[in-house]
C-alpha cells in the first residue's frame, strides 16, 4: 500500500491506495495465468517510473532552489570579450556538494552534431541521474572554439577541442541546476539586481541558431518568436535572455530549425 497526505478545506487528509508492486506479489501467488501476470508486470513497471519521475522533479526543485540562493562568483577574466565568468572548476565546487546531497549525478558524454554541423560543432551530451531511478538527458551543440572574436585562429585543435568540452559542460550545467552567477566580490554587499544575462558566446549561439531558423524548411516567424521569448524567459531580445533559460531557448530553436513542413509551430 502507498499512502499520501493533502490538504483539503484546512485539514490533513492521508489517502492510501494500493500498490502495483504488492498486487504483482499477491497474483504470482495465486498463479494468475501468464496474459494477466504481464498486464500486472507492465502496469508495476509503469507506476515504479512515474513514482521515480516524481521523486526526481521533487528533489531537482529543491536542489535548483538551494544552488540558485548561493550565487557563484564570476572571477575569471576573458581578455577577448572583456568581461568575467565563473569557470567550471568553481562552478563545481559550489554546486556538486548540494545536487549529491539531493541525490543526483551528472556525467556528460560526446556526441554525433547535425549533418549541417559536423565539421565545426560539438555536441555534448549530459545525463542528469536521480538515486530514485529516473534520469534525463540533456545536449547542446556547440561551436569548436578554435578561434578568436576576430575569426583569427589562437589555438591547437587539441586546445580548441577540449575548450569546447569546457563550454559546453559549464553552459549545460548552469542552467539544469539554475546557478546563479553574479560579478566580484562586493565585500558581502547584497541588494536587488537585475538577473545574470547569457555570455557573449552564449549570444552568438543563439543568433546563429535563429540564422539558420531563418533558412529551414519552416522559416522561423520572427514576430511569433519574440512574444514566445518574453513569455518564457521575460527577455525583450536575446542579448537580455537570462543564462537560466539559455538551455531552453537553446532547445526550442534546435527543435524550430528540424522542424518538417507538416509540423505546426512558430512559422511564418
Known amino acids: 500500500m502507498t499512502t499520501s497526505s493533502e490538504e483539503r478545506n484546512g485539514e490533513l487528509v492521508t489517502t492510501t491506495r494500493p500498490d502495483p508492486l504488492a498486487i504483482l506479489q499477491r497474483a504470482i501467488d495465486r498463479g494468475v495465468d501468464a496474459d494477466k501476470l504481464g498486464k500486472l508486470m507492465d502496469l508495476a ?15 531537482l526543485s529543491a536542489c535548483q532552489r538551494e544552488i540558485h540562493a548561493h550565487p557563484v562568483v564570476k572571477a575569471e577574466n576573458n581578455p577577448q570579450t572583456r568581461s568575467k565568468y565563473a569557470d567550471l572548476a568553481a562552478i563545481n565546487a559550489a554546486i556538486v556538494p548540494i545536487y549529491t546531497g539531493h541525490g543526483f549525478s551528472l556525467d556528460f558524454t560526446e556526441g554525433e552534431p547535425p549533418e549541417h554541423k559536423k565539421t565545426d560543432h560539438i555536441r555534448v551530451i549530459g545525463c542528469l541521474r536521480h538515486e530514485g531511478g529516473f534520469s534525463r538527458e540533456y545536449f547542446l551543440d556547440v561551436p569548436l572554439d578554435g578561434k ?96 537560466r533559460h539559455f538551455l531552453k531557448v537553446y532547445q526550442f530553436l534546435a527543435a524550430a530549425r528540424n522542424r518538417k513542413p507538416a509540423e505546426k509551430g512558430v512559422a511564418k
Open 148 to 243: 578568436g572574436i576576430k575569426g583569427n585562429a589562437n589555438m591547437t585543435p587539441t586546445h580548441a577541442f577540449g575548450s569546447t568540452l569546457s563550454y559546453g559542460r559549464r553552459y549545460m550545467t548552469c542552467p539544469i541546476f539554475n546557478v546563479a552567477l553574479r560579478g566580484e566580490d562586493n565585500d558581502g554587499n547584497t541588494g536587488a539586481s537585475p538577473p545574470i544575462t547569457i555570455t557573449p558566446d552564449q549570444l552568438y549561439v543563439v543568433n546563429t541558431l535563429l540564422d539558420e531558423c531563418d533558412k529551414a524548411a519552416v522559416p522561423i516567424n520572427r514576430e511569433k518568436f519574440t512574444a514566445w521569448l518574453r513569455e518564457a524567459t521575460g527577455a525583450a531580445k536575446t542579448s537580455e535572455i537570462p543564462q
Open 45 to 59: 513497471e509503469r507506476w515504479h517510473a512515474m513514482q521515480a519521475e516524481q521523486a526526481f522533479n521533487a528533489s
